[in-house]
């Protein structure tokens, strides 16, 4: 028999124990082992069977335990202490804090971060990837930090599936119910107590409703919106059931939820508790891009014209593109769109053809009847940027068209490289090493603001203590498998009977590599499986055996990743292998964390460059693992020898996929056969690997500063956040609308504006290195003037096509005009500062004081064929 509806009857905590319920309500326990172990001693086999979740265990713990430890004076000092470090580390200063030095530092007051999805805990399970996970550790790096951060997002009330294995290894999909009243958030209410809501006005009358949940996330507050409420009709009720679920409409409503609502509930909850209002807003990827829309509304609605609006807008958004290829963009068909906007939707206000062409694909090969929610994305900020130097130059490429004239490199998009919060994926028992080294307040302040001096003390630590510890972790991951192996069997319909061999698969002296993430084709998950033959003999080596441990989810609708998922199944059911290979289902956080650690190398072979950041083999390194991996993402950039192996790649040379598939899989083997597994099992006099050690060592202290959250948010601040709260304080109501009108008039001539005629003083002489070249060029500046632009040569090596590499531009000055035609001259000097084939060219770019570069409006005026005498010419 079936309840008709569940709720929660939660226990009255006693007067001494209160304390406990903020404690658990605050996700820094998440990351806090002090707060994780008191909860822990609240009662033991409810902590374990509630998967360590404190609101879970207070919902569960008998009266009688809580009567006893309200008279428990022990337990009573551990809350106290724990409950005062709390308020200390909610209330005292902290990087940020010291950083400001007041409004001169120019930081903003707040930031609002909007993601679809969030991973903050496994007790809170609002995340599918990397995506969700990366968001979480910017939340909690923001708050060690003191970055006054509100998150904003989704609370999707099935969260994403659970998966589990059919007998043959297909994947099953399961959408657990989560009702919010059991997880650690709390209903946002007004002063009256009636919950707050934001809505939506959608076509044909009707409205999105949504209440607004908030998770504490240490000092940042999460604000989720919710779509079940009564308030609304059946379909719009389950706009928030799933994450990435559902067609096209039910993922736009999603999205105008997140970003218009998004924006909508950052205002309701900053008038509720007095939070600083943001002045900047990051859209971390495309789905939350409405969120300028909304803004845009607010503006007009105060009086502000569209255009200064839109500058006003970008000069306070920051936009992060997480995807490197086109098909991992959101896209929909621009007449869906229209019908939710306008007369009778959402933003009535706001003129449609506007909206709409935020999001056109205006470039070559682009779809006029699509709307591209990351095109707007990077139309609605005034800085954009890649997640690893590699990706930030892919990003560049990808999205060149919308600067014409420009070449990849001059596009505006940066790169920041994502991090890792440490504190979250760094395993107790490597914090405890440390901790025994270098103090454990050294060791807190390595893990949450980094510095490579607290990170060098990891050289000077024995090899018996680290190979020790390696063995420990590898011993637990072992456990961990094991369990997680038969209780998966046990799903696929297995008795008891059938599963005594679990308990020799694995061992703790055997070379252990992982593997988990996505299963989208690109990451290649089964690529280890190119010749099974040789893969066998790797994993039964009788004198150097590895061991493997995979773990990944293929998206619902991805049939394709299902297949290869089944295909790594069904290789590592074979009895003569499953021993030394395992595929764990429902990869997930709590999962991750025992994963990482446990592991000796953590192995990445996407195609390259498809792999925008991938920071799995980060967690990793920061438990002394050692990464095996094709040079893509972070690992492109940060590769040393000593942090382990990069895997050489056949992109580039025109090869079939297959063909590079079967190149990549021998260099694959050959690494581990050659050069992973020899170090791993050289011993010295000692029985320790003396060599694979070191490199253990390299990879804390070297690599181990290089991949923090804590880096990854500094950066942020200073090189987004930081100009983006300056640019838009800069753009007062007047300042907006005199950049609006400079950019329409600017536009409205720039069809006149021309490179005339370029000449070269022959008077310099020859050219030979410091040489100097005089350079006088006659522009056509139509109805602007030399205020309006700037007037550059662009001057380096050139290739045999005459294309410029390594350029630098140098900027010419007025020397003369308007002529009767209004021409003007402009002069300067052209030093030869390198040998070999060089060039140069002219172009006119416009300027403004409020432009944050010269590519900005993606306009450019170059030489043709017809200029004249050194037009586009190139020097040898």
């Known amino acids: 028999m079936k309840a008709i509806r569940r709720f929660t009857v939660r226990p009255v905590l006693p007067e001494p124990l209160r304390p406990l319920s903020d404690l658990a309500r605050n996700l820094r326990w998440s990351w806090h082992a002090e707060t994780r172990e008191l909860f822990r001693a609240v009662d033991p086999d409810n902590w374990r069977a509630a998967g360590g979740d ?8 008998p009266a009688g335990r809580l009567t006893e430890l309200a008279r428990d004076e022990q337990f009573l000092a551990r809350l106290a202490a724990a409950s005062a470090d709390l308020d200390d580390y909610l209330g005292g200063e902290r990087w940020y804090q010291q950083h400001t030095g007041g409004d001169a530092a120019g930081l903003p007051a707040a930031i609002a971060y909007f993601s679809p999805e969030f991973g903050v805990t496994a007790a809170l399970p609002q995340y599918s990837g990397g995506l969700g996970i990366l968001a979480g550790d910017h939340l909690k790096s923001a708050s060690d930090l003191g970055v006054p951060l509100i998150g904003v997002g989704l609370l999707y009330r099935h969260g994403y599936f659970r998966q589990s294995l059919s007998r043959d290894g297909w994947q099953q999909e399961h959408y657990p119910l989560l009702d919010p009243n059991e997880l650690p958030v709390t209903l946002l209410r007004q002063a009256d107590d009636t919950p707050v809501r934001v809505h939506l006005a959608l076509p044909g009358g009707r409205s999105l409703h949504a209440h607004i949940w908030v998770a504490q996330v240490g000092r940042v507050p999460l604000l989720m919106l919710d779509s079940d409420v009564e308030e609304n009709g059946p379909s719009e009720r389950d706009v928030t059931d799933r994450l990435y679920g559902g067609g096209s409409e039910h993922r736009l409503l999603q999205e105008m939820l997140l970003g218009i609502g998004g924006v909508r509930a950052v205002r309701a909850y900053c008038a509720l508790t007095g939070h600083a209002a943001p002045e900047v807003f990051h ?5 939350a891009g409405f969120l300028g829309l909304e803004r845009i509304r607010e503006l007009q609605q105060d009086g502000t014209e569209f255009d200064a609006a839109l500058e006003t807008v970008r000069a306070g958004t920051v936009f992060t593109t997480h995807t490197p290829v086109p098909a991992g963009i959101d896209r929909f068909d621009r007449h869906l769109v229209a019908r939710h906007f306008g007369e009778g939707a959402e933003l009535p206000a706001v003129d449609t053809e506007r909206i709409l062409a935020l999001g056109r694909e205006t470039y070559p090969g682009g779809d006029p009847n699509v709307f591209n929610m990351a095109v707007m994305g990077l139309r609605l900020a005034q800085r954009a940027n890649g997640v690893s130097t590699l990706h930030g130059a892919v990003s560049r490429e990808m999205f060149a068209g919308l600067w014409p004239g420009f070449d990849p490199e001059e596009v505006p998009i940066t790169s920041i490289t994502n991090g890792v919060h440490a504190p979250t994926w760094v395993a107790p028992e490597v914090r405890a090493l440390g901790a025994r080294h270098i103090g454990a307040a050294r060791a ?18 024995p090899g018996a203590d680290i190979w020790a510890l390696r063995r420990d972790l590898r011993e637990q991951l072992v456990a961990e498998v094991r369990t997680r192996l038969r ?5 696929r319909g297995a008795g008891s009977a059938e599963l005594g061999w679990i308990d020799t698969v694995l061992d703790p002296d055997v070379l252990t590599i992982g593997f988990a993430r996505r299963v989208p084709s690109y990451k290649r998950l089964t690529l280890m499986l190119r010749d099974r033959e040789r893969l066998t003999r790797l994993l039964l080596d009788p004198e150097r055996p590895v061991q ?18 089944r295909e790594l199944v069904r290789f590592s059911d074979d009895p003569r292998v499953r021993h030394r290979i395992v595929f764990l289902p429902d990869y997930g956080m709590g999962m991750a964390q025992k994963l990482y650690p446990g592991c000796d190398v953590w192995l990445n072979n996407p195609l390259r460059p498809l792999e925008a950041c991938g920071t799995s083999g980060m967690k990793a390194a920061l438990n002394g693992c050692l ?11 940060w590769f040393e020898p000593d942090f382990g192996w990069a895997i050489p790649t056949a992109d580039g040379h ?7 598939d079967d190149l990549e899989a021998n260099a694959l083997y050959e690494l581990i056969e050659q050069r992973v597994a020899p170090r791993f099992y050289d011993r010295d006099a000692d029985d320790l690997p003396e060599r694979w050690i070191e490199m253990v060592r390299h990879t804390l202290a070297d690599l181990g500063p290089k991949v923090l959250a804590g880096r990854m948010v500094r950066e942020y601040v200073e090189q987004l956040y930081a100009p983006a709260a300056q640019a838009h304080r800069a753009l007062d109501v007047p300042g907006a609308a005199e950049l609006a009108a400079w950019k329409s008039r600017v536009r409205a001539a720039w069809r006149d504006v021309a490179v005339d005629h370029v000449e070269v003083d022959e008077a310099s002489g020859v050219a030979e290195l410091g040489a100097t070249l005089g350079l006088r060029v006659r522009v056509a500046l139509a109805d602007l003037t030399p205020d309006d632009v700037e007037v550059q040569a662009v001057a380096g090596r050139v290739d045999a096509s005459d294309k410029l590499a390594d350029a630098q531009t140098v900027p010419l000055k007025p020397a003369g005009g308007p002529d009767q035609q209004g021409r003007w001259v402009y002069e300067g000097p052209l030093t030869l500062d390198r040998t070999g084939p060089f060039g140069y060219t002219v172009r006119i770019l416009p300027t403004h004081r409020l432009l ?3 590519a900005d409006l993606g306009l450019v005026a170059l030489p043709t064929e017809a200029t004249g005498e050194g037009a586009g010419v190139l020097m040898r």
């Open 54 to 61: 404190p609101v879970r265990v207070l919902g569960a713990v």
């Open 283 to 287: 859209t971390n990827e495309g789905h």
């Open 444 to 461: 807190e302040e390595a893990l949450t603001v980094g510095g490579s001096l607290r990170w060098d003390s990891a050289a000077d630590i």
């Open 487 to 491: 209780a998966s069997w046990r799903e």
């Open 548 to 565: 493997i441990v995979v773990a990944g989810k293929a998206h619902p609708a991805d049939d394709g990743g299902k297949r290869l998922v």
């Open 627 to 637: 990464n095996l991996s094709v040079l893509d993402g972070w690992w492109d950039e």
């Open 654 to 660: 025109g090869l079939d996929e297959d063909r590079r």
């Open 852 to 854: 944050p570069a010269g």
